[in-house]
T-cell receptor, first 116, second 112 residues
Framework: EPEVTQTPSHQVTQMGQEVILRCVPI?????FYWYRQILGQKVEFLVS????????KSEIFDDQFSVERPDGSNFTLKIRSTKLEDSAMYFC??????????????FGPGTRLTVL | DAKTTQPPSMDCAEGRAANLPCNHS???????VYWYRQIHSQGPQYIIH???NNETNEMASLIITEDRKSSTLILPHATLRDTAVYYC?????????????FGGGTRVLVKP
C-alpha cells in the first residue's frame, strides 16, 4: 500500500541553524501539507501546497518557514533560523486533491525536531 | 469547519466493542465527518468518514445520527493495539485541499 515517507525520523539542531525536513508524498497525489505537534499538544496545520504554490498557511507559518517541491517526488519544509519553540513533531500529509472527492489525507510517520 | 466535542478519555476492555461519541451540533450540510487516530506519537491514521449514511470498513463503523449533530465511531473488537487518541473532525466536502483541524480527541486505553 502506498505511503507517505519522511526523513529524517529525528533531527537535532542548534538554535539559529537552518533545517530541512523532507517528505515523499504518495506518487499520484497533488496536494501536500505540513502539520506540527508540540509535545503534549494538538496537531496543528502549518501549510498546504498545490501546483507549486502555497494554497493556505496558518499564522504559525511565518517568514522563517518555507516549502518547496524541488523535484517530482520530494516535498520539503525549511526552517531558516530555528528557535527553541520549533521543537516538535512535524508531519507531512498528501491527498489526491480531486475536487468533489472526499480527499482523504494520508500522513507520514513524522520527523521529531529537537532544537537545543 | 464545524467544531467537534469529544470526551477526553475512555477505557475499553480488550475484545469488547469500543463506542466513541462525537458531537458536532453546528455541522453544515456540506461537511463530512472524518475519524483519525494517533498511536503514541506516530502520524495520524485515517480510519473512516461519512456524510449522512452509516459507514463500515475493515477498521471500524461510523454511525451518524439522522440530524447529523452527532456520530459514534465503533471499534467492533478492540485490541491492545487500538490504544490511541481518536480524533473526530468535520470538513467541507468537495473542497480539495482543505486542512484538517484537530481538537483534543479522545484518549482510548484498551485494557487486557
Amino acid at each position: 500500500e502506498p505511503e507517505v515517507t519522511q526523513t529524517p525520523s529525528h533531527q537535532v539542531t542548534q538554535m539559529g541553524q537552518e533545517v530541512i525536513l523532507r517528505c515523499v508524498p504518495i506518487s499520484n497525489h497533488l496536494y501536500f501539507y505540513w502539520y506540527r505537534q508540540i509535545l503534549g499538544q494538538k496537531v496543528e496545520f502549518l501549510v498546504s501546497f498545490y501546483n507549486n504554490e502555497i494554497s493556505e498557511k496558518s499564522e504559525i507559518f511565518d517568514d522563517q518557514f518555507s516549502v518547496e517541491r524541488p523535484d517530482g517526488s520530494n516535498f520539503t519544509l525549511k526552517i531558516r533560523s530555528t528557535k527553541l519553540e520549533d521543537s516538535a513533531m512535524y508531519f507531512c500529509a498528501s491527498t489526491t486533491g480531486q475536487f468533489l472527492s472526499t480527499d482523504t489525507q494520508y500522513f507520514g510517520p513524522g520527523t521529531r525536531l529537537t532544537v537545543l | 469547519d464545524a467544531k467537534t466535542t469529544q470526551p477526553p478519555s475512555m477505557d475499553c476492555a480488550e475484545g469488547r466493542a469500543a463506542n466513541l461519541p462525537c458531537n458536532h451540533s453546528t455541522i453544515s450540510g456540506n461537511e463530512y465527518v472524518y475519524w483519525y487516530r494517533q498511536i503514541h506519537s506516530q502520524g495520524p491514521q485515517y480510519i473512516i468518514h461519512g456524510l449522512k449514511n452509516n459507514e463500515t470498513n475493515e477498521m471500524a463503523s461510523l454511525i451518524i445520527t439522522e440530524d447529523r449533530k452527532s456520530s459514534t465511531l465503533i471499534l467492533p473488537h478492540a485490541t491492545l493495539r487500538d490504544t490511541a487518541v481518536y480524533y473526530c473532525i468535520v470538513r467541507v466536502y468537495g473542497a480539495a485541499g482543505n486542512k484538517l483541524t484537530f481538537g483534543g480527541g479522545t484518549r482510548v486505553l484498551v485494557k487486557p
